[in-house]
């Protein structure tokens, strides 16, 4: 219990708020029952909220022995800032309690009698849960300014330049051996038709001769550790067995290594050998071994690119090295992969069936076929070129969701093959056209004008003849034929994935993720490059699959959010946080499994820069040893304490911050009436509730009790909603053994603006009240 | 090498050279490729013929764009067609599923194909009036309900002189086919 100092009262002030409080409860009558406590300085102002109300505020605080103090009056939504400022002038910012009488009271209750006496509870629960405020205090946090960019794709490499380009010194990590990702193997980009490296070349340069970016290539995050503002990642680094510095990308390795494998980067397409240059003016423009091909370094024979190597480059010797940098932020910028359509109906296995990022190789001018469109299978050009829309996107049985740029890049593709092979038949199959966008919908416009087939509907499966010839049946929608169409080529517009690296660091960095597996943003809306842990961000595919454009939209405003977090080298939070009693922590993990945010380490320690506050730790915790300091047990008890000693048989309706506190004051505004026996109890996050908190009021006397949280999905702490859920099944069925009958205690999702269902709730419990009582 | 596009039902396969002259006649009354059509369907989910007779232009017009434009000629519903000019006037894409059809239907004729009963009785009624059928009463889209009176217009004439007027516009439409 917190000790009162027993010479220092609390300030009471009662708002007439003109008639609007004044009108429905009687503010003598308050003023003259609460003024018998000689605990309490009692004051009233026809509007608390205006200048001579904030002077009675300040003037009392100045000549009377407070250090705690309730006002009575409207919304917090409205005032609270306008209290605070004034408040803090005299006290500590979070010393005070606000009671809302007015939204909650006076609007919703037309009985002048009842509506006061309802008033005295509410002030009374906020006298009682002020007693237990204890100064919240600020907490200077050191911040390092570095930040570490996990991948150096589109998304990752203009990241790095815009923090950069902010004065931030950036570790760029990339795990290839050159920078750029996907865009590099582009040909063309929609809807502008330009070449993908002429726009993305002059980035990469940027990016590798940028004083304040350390380009890191070869190179995985392998452990992670610390807080928000004071990062440990430790990178390491595959050998590339040539010396950057000495290589001058001359390619005479290449020419002389004896040993022919697939080249990944051209998606098979072509072959290369075991030392090469990755590609065509890749960043940086040297040579690397592949070690499982390389004769030297598997069975130590060769050794042929050490002798012409006229630099003396090459370095067998080369090792696995691994660094530990402090970074402030991490954005994780790790991007998507093509889903693999082998063994589906797609018949991917056939060579003559490929994806869209192999057409685009193929466009490339410095690609496998130097620009031009050819079957693999025997290297001619085809004569029917077949675009096959939504190939496992789409699609329950792999991946629900849509992939976003294939309508886009099909269209392209099908532009740029009609220009190339101007007599072949084209077609594409599709569902529906997706092109919402500048310039896209005028984009699908000239794809059509370019004599492409547009097939509504999509085959069932691609088949092949005796000769190993393409055809599949369709139904075309628009005329109801069944077709066959014979096909050379067909590519498909295959489902982007989120990358192995994506899946592997959000496992290292602790991310929430989707059923989709890409990870999920803080809020989908409203912090769309957030990450529920503080500091980290994303950025680009790695997120979910994006057009280049996007990924520059997310670049730009993840550097942003970045700038704000990292603006100094301190940072100055208010611990509005939790804090664990290690007396009493018996190191369960509970609340280390339960805590979306990553804010409690292994130590069991807070990590006040990343805990928001919500306390579902506090409900998850079966020892009591842990509280946040905003709403302690003993302050959310007192104030339930507080009303029932009023009127001990109400209906206490603990609400969530934003959805239901929202509903009951837009009830309020709506003027919209229920009984005066519903209390408003409020609550960060009703995730904050646990099964003790919801059997509390029971304890003492409340006859019903009601939890209005956020919807399902819609809770702004992630899960608080699910958390409370579980929470209310478990104290009903204590209740029906007690013989209280778990009926009494009722689950209730609300969205922010509907008041007309809070006032239905609140009417309905009523109601069951009134037949108890009978 | 391959043999492109076949309709499965008929084993018919697409006509190019006759969806290029479609093309190409289109775009002597300033109408763009069908190609551009998207199969919003609205043309068939206004059309005055599809309510009466299952005429669906948005089907004819995806048929023409595959090239299987013997079957529409062969088929008698491009004759339902009552040309009141609706889907040109209201096509997003600015196609003319009406034009691509009077566009067939004098190929139909040139060809010497028999016409369908019902169309032929429309002629007759054009020899004999003037009008292929009498005006009727039609609603607007607050569902007044209009005639020529109520706007206005003078009544229908009648030919005086009927063996007359046949002759003349028998003679007409011979002028024109010339």
Redesign the interface.
């Known amino acids: 219990m917190a000790k009162v100092n027993k010479n220092s009262k609390i300030g009471v002030f009662l708002c007439h708020c003109g008639d609007n409080i004044a009108d429905k409860v009687n503010i003598e009558k308050l003023k003259k029952d609460l003024s018998k406590n000689k605990e309490l300085i009692v004051k009233d102002h026809l509007f608390l909220c205006s200048e001579s109300g904030q002077n009675l505020i300040l003037n009392t605080l100045e000549n009377e022995n407070i250090d705690r103090l309730v006002i009575a009056s409207c919304s917090p939504k409205h005032h609270w800032n306008i209290f605070k400022s004034c408040i803090q002038q005299k006290l500590n910012p979070f010393m005070w309690e606000m009671a809302n009488i007015r939204e909650h009271c006076s609007w919703v209750h037309s009985d002048k009698e009842k509506a006061t006496k309802k008033a005295m509870a509410l002030v009374n629960g906020a006298i009682a849960k002020v007693k237990h405020h204890k100064p919240i205090e600020k907490k200077e946090i050191s911040i390092n300014r570095d930040v570490l960019v996990i991948g150096a794709g589109i998304a990752g490499m203009h990241t790095a330049l815009e923090l950069a380009n902010k004065d931030f010194h950036v570790y760029l990590v990339e795990k290839s051996p050159a920078i750029g990702g996907n865009m590099t193997k582009l040909g063309r980009t929609f809807p502008t038709d330009d070449c993908s490296m002429c726009t993305e070349s002059p980035i990469m340069n940027e990016v590798s001769s940028h004083p304040n970016i350390e380009m890191i290539t070869l190179s995985e995050v392998v452990d992670f550790s610390g807080r928000p503002g004071e990062y440990i990642a430790t990178i390491k680094t595959n050998p590339r067995y040539v010396d950057p510095n000495k290589c001058t990308g001359c390619g005479l390795c290449t020419e002389k290594c004896p040993v022919s494998i697939s080249s990944d980067y051209e998606l098979g397409l072509k072959n290369t050998k075991a030392i090469h240059i990755p590609f065509d003016s890749c960043v940086p423009e040297i040579a690397f071994i592949e070690p499982d091909a390389c004769l030297k370094l598997t069975k130590n024979k060769c050794g042929l690119c050490e002798k012409v190597c006229p630099a003396d480059a090459i370095n067998y010797d080369d090792k696995t090295q691994t660094k530990k940098v402090k970074i402030g932020a991490v954005v994780v910028a790790t991007g998507f992969k093509q889903m693999n359509l082998s063994n589906t109906e797609y018949n991917f296995e056939h060579p003559d069936v490929i994806n869209g990022l192999q057409l685009e190789r193929m466009i490339t001018p410095a690609g496998p076929t130097k620009g031009k469109i050819l079957c693999p299978s025997n290297g001619?050009e085809p004569?029917?070129v077949t675009f096959i829309q939504c190939a496992g996107s789409r699609d329950q049985r792999h991946n629900e969701y849509c992939s976003n740029i294939c309508c886009m890049y099909s269209a392209k593709n099908a532009k740029i093959t009609r220009a190339k092979i101007p007599d072949a038949?084209i077609?594409m199959c599709y569902i529906d056209?997706r092109a919402p966008g500048r310039r896209y919908e005028e984009y699908?416009?000239l794809l059509?004008?370019?004599?492409?087939?547009?097939?509504?509907g999509k085959p069932s499966e691609i088949m092949e003849d005796a000769n190993g010839?393409l055809h599949f049946?369709v139904f075309?929608k628009?005329?109801?034929?069944?077709?066959?169409?014979?096909?050379?080529l067909i590519v498909l517009a295959t489902a982007l994935e989120p990358s192995d690296g994506t899946k592997k660091m959000t496992e290292l960095l602790n991310l929430p993720y989707g059923l989709d597996n890409f990870i999920s943003p803080l809020h989908v809306k409203i912090a769309p490059v957030d990450t529920t842990v503080e500091g980290i961000y994303v950025a680009g595919t790695a997120e979910a699959p994006k057009s280049i454009q996007d990924c520059i939209t997310d670049a730009s405003s993840v550097a942003s959010r970045i700038a704000t977090l990292l603006k100094s080298d301190t940072s100055v939070i208010d611990l509005t946080t939790a804090e664990i009693n290690l007396d009493k922590c018996t190191e369960c993990g509970k609340c280390i499994e339960a805590c979306n945010y990553s804010a409690i380490t292994k130590n069991y320690e807070i990590v006040d820069m990343a805990c928001r506050g919500c306390g579902k730790c506090v409900s998850i915790c079966p020892e009591g040893a842990i509280q946040i300091r905003q709403l302690t047990n003993d302050q959310l008890r007192s104030q339930i304490d507080g009303i029932l000693s009023i009127e001990p048989e109400s209906i206490i309706a603990y609400v969530s911050e934003t959805c239901g506190y929202n509903a009951a004051d837009i009830a309020g505004v709506s003027r919209l009436n229920y009984p005066s026996d519903v209390k408003i109890v409020k609550v960060p996050c009703v995730g904050r509730l646990g099964v003790n908190d919801l059997l509390y009021p029971f304890e003492k006397g409340a006859k019903r009790v009601m939890v209005v949280a956020c919807p399902e999905g819609l809770c702004h702490y992630i899960d608080g909603t699910e958390t409370a859920e579980k929470a209310v099944e478990e104290a009903k069925k204590i209740l029906d053994k007690k013989g209280i009958s778990g009926e009494k205690l009722r689950f209730v999702p609300i969205v922010s603006p509907d008041g007309p269902k809070f006032q239905k709730i609140c009417q309905e419990e009523a109601e069951k009240l009134r037949g108890e009582e009978k | 090498m391959s043999e492109g596009i076949v309709d499965l039902f008929n084993m018919s396969k697409p006509e190019k050279k006759k969806y290029k002259d479609l093309e190409k006649e289109l775009s002597i009354i300033g109408i763009e490729s069908p190609n551009i059509c998207y199969q919003c369907s609205k043309c068939t989910s206004g059309c005055e013929a599809m309510k009466l007779l299952e005429l669906e232009p948005h089907s004819i017009m995806a048929s023409a764009k595959d090239g299987f434009i013997e079957e529409i000629m062969q088929s008698d519903e491009i004759w339902d067609c009552v040309g009141c000019y609706k889907c040109i006037e209201r096509c997003p894409q600015k196609m003319s599923p009406v034009d691509l059809m009077y566009i067939i239907k004098n190929w139909c004729v040139s060809s010497g194909k028999q016409l369908p009963g019902d169309y032929q009785r429309l002629l007759q009624n054009i020899l004999s009036t003037g009008y292929t059928q009498n005006p009727l009463d039609v609603h607007d889209k607050k569902n007044n309900n209009w005639n020529r009176k109520t706007l206005g217009l003078p009544d229908i004439k009648t030919p005086k002189d009927q063996q007359k007027f046949t002759q003349i516009v028998s003679e007409l439409a011979m002028e024109g086919l010339k």
């Open positions: 001619k004569e029917t038949d077609n056209i699908y416009r059509r004008k370019n004599n492409i087939k547009m097939i509504m010839k049946d075309d628009s005329t109801n034929k069944l077709l066959q169409i014979n096909s050379d």
